[in-house]
Nanobody, 125 residues
């Protein structure tokens, strides 16, 4: 079992930045690919970014590449999502997720086994 707790969400103006954190417990983090997903009201869950177990491979959704950066510190059992140049359409609940494998930067939500409770990000004009 892996327990995930997100933090760092909040209200930010368009063009601003936020850094989300995901603290993991229960198992060695390097044995899991980690992902960030988001869900806006009335919309389906959307892939944001993923990073493999040792951090060697990352993947991003097209609209976020260049603005968001996923990273991890396995010694601290924490995964981060640095979000820059935020847009109104980035408003959503952001979820951290853990895959059962550390090998691939998985982009599909149903391949992730463990989920956090989510943190709200609201971008205002």
């Amino acid at each position: 079992q892996v327990q995930l707790v997100e933090s760092g969400g909040g209200l930010v103006q368009a063009g601003g930045s936020l850094r989300l954190s995901c603290a993991a417990s229960g198992r060695t983090l390097r044995t899991h690919t980690m992902g960030w997903f988001r869900q806006a009201p009335g919309k389906e869950r959307e892939f944001v970014a993923a990073i493999t177990g040792l951090g060697r491979v990352t993947a991003y959704a097209g609209s976020m590449e260049g603005r968001f950066t996923i990273s991890r510190d396995n010694a601290k059992s924490t995964v981060y999502l640095q979000m820059n140049s935020l847009k109104l359409e980035d408003t959503a609940v952001y979820y951290c997720a853990a895959d059962s494998s550390p090998i691939s930067a998985t982009i599909t939500w149903d391949e992730y086994n463990y989920w956090g409770q989510g943190t709200q990000v609201t971008v205002s004009s």
